[in-house]
């Protein structure tokens, strides 16, 4: 009752003071920058001009990657570690009118991020250049832009020619959103609120608002910044003023206050958000409205106790992802990362590590919504190079603006609790290292003292290892090398510890070697061959590593029983174009680290996490159950929740298993016959869980599984439809690889296709594909008409099938 009346109090004040918020016109004008964009492939003279034809070029809405629409090939400069796609120069040009009455206004286009080495004009005017492929930035289009009628031109190129220069597929072109901002001259600065809460009891939370106000007027001005704290549900729990004079062409910062009642805390089981809707005004006129992400929780990084959150110890259970989603490339749809990250959060993880630069906004506010802890991570080189073209070659000139709109763009997270200011950094071998560790986190501390600073390191000897000698890192990231994690706190006392990265385990969903307990590590030289398959497949045993590495078991059963280890980031989550270590040369195209395949298929190995990393009753054996009469074939079954394991086939048990301490699977070594493989976990006898495995008959038929049974009108609506090849009673046959081809009708079209096989060249953009092990993958993108969608899959000699989707 106490709650209710002070959120009332808050209401009604706000009320009395401004008016009825929900009311009033926004005074901030953010408009989708996206549609209709014109495209040209390959560099091109005065293609900046305003008076330039472009009405041959193609039309396109973005996010936009022309590299995976490309076709695979050897002899692309970006080489297989970068997805053996083509890259190149590209160019955009927007023809857009301004409202007349925008005259008044500062008009801002904010672009989410363009790879790479990006120059854009408006009006044939530059207003500037960005090298970093992976920053989000914007430019004012102030006094160039024409109003009312008159067309304004906004042109961009994209220059991603000098290769390679990534040790990853980076994607190329305007692959993140584009917003045209409008507000009034005196407004909140870009990214120019910053919201903690430094006092959190279970009564109340002290909310800190500091907020920068620009004065674009010529003349001096007073102004009015109100902020309120608004709950999940859109009641406001907080309200207050503040007042400044600020001169013209200048910023104010100006600090407030709040208390929140009895705060909701935002945790990884229950994310619970709130939001501050920041007011200017002049006088009584608004001139700007902004609003912030506010989770309010407080956590904690021990030396022997390891992490806690709101004062709970947990493990922080990670996967290192890269920004791209297969098929789509780079280009960042918000269905496509909700997709991934649900994978990884049912898998039982609870936090993400940005893998090896800034990913999207987009990204950032689904782990707020979805509880994800982030370590959001900035660099991969710093002034010395991995590869020739790498970030080193604009070190000196962009790293400390870089460094900085990251850490602005970004600090309001709820679930960003870690900032990594590089992975595996070559300075960390030499003194180097001291100067420029101590420079980035003074750059980072000037910006946020909430967070700790961290680094993913390789080398644990302190004496050879530059970057912790600096003393400026709050937490230490280390990378593999897990027998030596014991011996930790010996080495740096003192020091808190997360496993930065972890496993390089190799595998290819659906391919199983025998016998499994063989495990093989990739040999100790980056040019060592790999004595692996003609067809460049893997096992998804789990029993092949980098050399640099270790099992998914041998990693999990070290850190899960070392406290002082705050987490760990599994290299990696899911798989990712480019790298395919271990088949450097191509076909090779994409990795082999993922626990998912490039499709979003989970391999074996993600039922081992799922259980140890969640309470949900799990069983899953493997592998599939279609052999050759008498071969010793080794089942696995992943479970919890139970004592013990049978195993059956054909109806005869085959024995009882259980895990021994450090265990994490039983294993039978049988000799193959046709039938059912049924496996039973059990806990004081009784039946837990059951699961089955049978032996497929020759493939039928086709069987279409959506994530979803609708699309939403807006043309960013992506649905995921896994394509099964079954045989006549349904079952997944295994080992097939038939030719899938797909029409789409409607209001959509294919956005993109994958089977998750990593030397599969064929397009990703086709409208068929190559079932692998008996799956394959179709993306379907609403068109934005409002039409419902029907796909349709064939396939010769099997009986075909359709799905419709719906408008919602």
Known sequence: MIKTTKNLFYLAIAMILFGCHTEEEPARIIQDFNESWKFRLGDTLNASAVEYDDSSWRVLDLPHDWSIEGNFSEDHPAGTAGGALPTGTGWY??????????????????????YRNSEVWINGHSLGKRANGYISFGYDLGPYLQFGEKDNVLVVKADNSRQPNSRWYTGSGIYRDVKLVATGKLHVAPQGTYVTTPEISGDSARV????????????????????????????????????????PGQAVTVQQNMTVENPQLWSVEAPYMYKVHTRVYEGDEKTDDYETPLGIRYFDFDAEKGFSLNGKPMKILGVCLHHDSGALGAAVYEDALRRKLGLMKEMGANAIRTAHNPHSSVLLRLCDEMGLIVQDEAFDSWKKKKVKEDYHTDWDTWHKRDLQDFIKRDRNHPSVMMWSIGNEIREQFDSTGITITRELTAIVKALDTTRPVTSALTENNPEKNFIYQSGALDLLGFNYKIDAYEDLPDRFPGARFIASENVSGLATRGCYDMPSDSIMHWPEAFDAPFEGHADHTVSAYDQVTAYWGATHEETWK???????????????????LGEPVPYPDYPARSSYYGIVDLAGFPKDVYYMYQSEWTDKPVLHVFPHWNWKEGQEVDVWTYYNRADEVELFLNGKSLGKKSKKKGEFHVMWRVPYAPGTLKAVSRKGGEVVLEKEVRTAGEAAALQLQPDKDYLRKNKESLCFITVNVVDKEGNLVPETKNN????????????????????????????????FNGKCLVILQSDGSGEKAVLKARSEGLEPTEIVLNIK
Request: aromatic letters at 10%.
């Open 93 to 114: 040009r927007k023809i857009f009118k301004v409202p007349a009455d925008w005259k008044d206004k500062v008009v801002r286009v904010e672009f989410g991020g363009i």
């Open 208 to 247: 800190v608002m500091e907020v920068e106000i620009i004065n674009k007027n010529t003349e001096e001005k007073k102004l009015k910044v109100a902020s309120e704290i608004m709950d999940g549900s859109g009641r406001s729990v907080a309200f207050t003023t503040v007042s400044r004079t600020v001169a």
């Open 558 to 576: 070290v850190v899960k029983n070392l406290d002082f280890i705050s987490g760990i980031f599994i290299w990696a989550g899911i798989d990712f």
């Open 740 to 771: 899938v081809y797909f029409d789409v009708s409607g209001g959509a079209k294919i956005a993109g296709v994958d089977n998750g096989y990593q030397a599969d060249t064929t397009s990703m953009k086709a409208p068929e594909k190559k079932a």
